[in-house]
């Protein structure tokens, strides 16, 4: 059977997933009168809620009696882990591009990786519905993106279609018509089919999947030979050593799901069962002459988290996995599919620091293991410092900021208290495209703080740069906190008086324990607060006294949030069903000792 193996790569919120959905209605994958919904390839809880793609996934479609298999990607410069390897098992890519945003961080960042890989790219600029878009001009920037990476002649004489996913059409030029079958077309003519070289057999696993019945199961593309079930083979790891192993069953992917069959040929991609130990990178060989196929290189995490036992009066009392020995087993299940991140043991039993991309992709980890019913406490986001000839060095991102004109003078002068230098300003329609280089620790705490200056209106990206040396110290939060005093319930008697004091992260009624932080403070400094009290009852009545207290409603924050909220001395407590802050040291008194002795440390 005739194969195309496609990825879809592009920035966040460009619309690849709903090309998916598109290209699987268009091939009859489902009933007539099937109820399907909308971004199908997004199954995943966390996926849904938050609108994005986390994992990348594989769908397979039969279009004029060819194969296609299309794999979904994630947008995210986090999540560019998943990106890198997958693309391991593409021959081609479809780049898609927002008629109005044009090329942004991300879309360089995939399409340098699929060019390394010297796939064919098929441009699709979508959502030339949308007002004020400019599709000739996204077209130019797309080219001058292509050249600027260094694109081959054949690379850069690529195929371009316009069209609507939201509305289900794709066409070669810029006008509207029937459905997306031209860019089915063109797919089919511009991809080309896996090219197989002589030899036996080699794959390479590019992803998991796991199964309640069948456990670990390997997915990857048959680069040359077939396999067959039943069929020993020898597994090469990545640090050379071999495992003698058997296929016991083999998948390929059709539409949505997984069909077994008894063999596969090469080019085509499918998934393995009757392996155990192995991780994505290694080789299935041939059982008798082993050859493995090159290591997949993914780029080096930038920040790193110290995730530890949740050691607060509350422990134990919402989650099923308490213990360091729990926390440790799912951190290094963790690392076997997540290639983008680390995890390392610290001199203590009960911390882990692990390593990652970025603030939404350490994130969605700790949200994930609250969902299994983890307990655990997050400490601050660090980036990663490197010494290079001898001088301090860490790591910088090119930052994009769009926004209207209004709003421009905020965005810079926000961007400039971190330590970060405008590189690009230029119009783009009513709002303004600003570009800026920026030191990683500089963009910890920007995001909220932009939302507000802008009334919501900045669309910020980033993208790892250099490593370039030290810029000094970057002022952090600016106020300080309320640290709750006792541990017991709050009292709306309580939380009414010392509203004037600060904005609280709690309600009345809500148990809280000593050390917590249940407000932040209208002045820069701590302040330890009694929010438990009760209202003294006697047996005269006041006029005015008993009016109902107006509380305002407490601040919800998401975990990200916290993540940039919280400071050095302060960590976060996650739960199954609550997220708190806290300070790392509960006791007041413990407090006070430690930063006595770290000022007479920085007088010394």
């Known amino acids: 059977m005739d194969i195309r193996n496609i990825a879809i790569i592009a920035h966040v919120d460009h619309g690849k997933t709903t090309l998916v959905d598109r290209i699987l209605h268009q091939t009859n994958v489902f009933r007539a009168n099937q109820e399907t919904g909308e971004l199908i390839m997004d199954s995943n809880d966390l996926e849904k809620e938050r609108g994005i793609t986390i994992f990348s996934k594989n769908a397979s479609v039969v279009y004029k009696g060819v194969k296609i298999n299309v794999i979904d990607t994630p947008g995210h410069a986090d999540f560019g882990g998943e990106v890198e390897r997958v693309l391991k098992m593409a021959d081609g890519v479809c780049l898609l591009v927002d008629a109005f945003e044009g090329p942004m961080p991300q879309t360089r960042f995939v ?5 390394q890989l010297n796939l064919k790219p098929i441009v699709i600029i979508n959502k030339v519905d949308k007002p004020n878009c400019r599709p000739d001009e996204v077209h130019d920037a797309v080219f001058e993106l292509f050249f600027n990476l260094d694109a081959t002649e054949e690379q850069l004489d690529f195929p371009t279609f316009y069209g609507s996913g939201k509305n289900g059409w794709f066409n070669s030029k810029n006008e509207q018509c029937e459905d997306i079958t031209p860019l089915l077309d063109g797919i089919l ?16 696993i590019t992803s998991l999947d796991y199964s309640t019945f069948l456990g670990r199961i390997a997915v990857g593309k048959v680069n040359r030979g077939e396999i067959k079930e039943g069929q020993p083979f020898s597994l090469v790891r990545a640090d050379g050593s071999i495992l003698k192993s058997r296929v016991k069953e083999l998948y390929i992917f059709e539409s949505l799901g997984k069909r ?13 069962v009757g392996l155990e130990d192995f991780t994505i990178g290694d080789t299935i060989a041939d059982f008798e002459n082993p050859e493995a196929l090159p290591i997949i290189s993914v780029d080096e995490p930038t920040m790193s988290m110290m995730f530890s036992i949740n050691n607060s009066p509350f422990f134990g009392k919402e989650g099923k ?4 020995r729990h926390l440790r087993d799912r951190l290094m299940k963790e690392t076997e599919k997540n290639l983008a991140l680390r995890v390392e043991d610290t001199d203590s039993a009960d911390s882990f620091l692990v390593y990652g991309r970025g603030i939404l992709h350490l994130g969605v980890l700790v949200e994930t293991m609250r969902r299994e019913g983890y307990e655990l406490t997050v400490g601050n986001p660090q980036v990663l410092v490197k010494t290079i000839d001898g001088k301090k060095h860490e790591p910088y991102e090119i930052l994009v900021v769009d926004v209207p004109q209004e709003f421009s003078g905020k965005v810079i002068d926000l961007v400039t208290q971190r330590k970060g230098e405008m590189l690009v300003m230029e119009s783009k329609g009513e709002m303004q495209h600003l570009e800026f280089e920026i030191p990683s620790r500089g963009l910890i705490g920007l995001r909220s703080n932009m939302l507000t200056a802008t009334a919501g209106e900045a669309v910020m990206a980033h993208r790892f740069a250099e490593y370039k040396p030290w810029k000094g110290n970057i002022p952090g939060r600016n ?7 006792n541990t017991e319930k709050t009292t709306g008697y309580s939380i009414d008086k010392l509203q004037d004091r600060g904005v609280f992260f709690v309600d009345p009624g809500e148990e809280v324990y000593t050390g917590q932080i249940i407000a932040e403070h209208i002045k820069p400094g701590d302040l330890v607060v009694n929010a438990t009290e009760g209202k003294k009852l006697t047996n005269h009545r006041a006029s005015g006294s008993d009016d109902a207290t107006r509380i305002a409603p407490k601040t919800l924050m998401t975990l990200e949030e916290c993540m940039e909220y919280i400071q050095q ?4 407590e996650v739960t199954p069903k609550s997220i708190r802050m806290r300070k790392v ?3 007041e008194e413990d407090r006070k000792r430690v930063s006595k002795s770290m000022s007479a440390e920085s007088l010394a």
């Open 569 to 572: 001395d302060e960590c976060i």
């Open 260 to 272: 077994k069959v008894q063999e596969v040929k090469a080019g085509d991609i499918c998934a393995v």
């Open 111 to 115: 399409l340098q990786k699929a060019l």
């Open 321 to 324: 996995f308490v213990t360091s």
């Open 479 to 485: 106020n300080g906190v309320l640290i709750s005093k």
């Open 585 to 587: 040291l509960l006791n």
């Open 189 to 204: 003519e511009h991809v080309p089919a896996p090219k197989v070289p002589e030899g036996n057999l080699q794959l390479q």
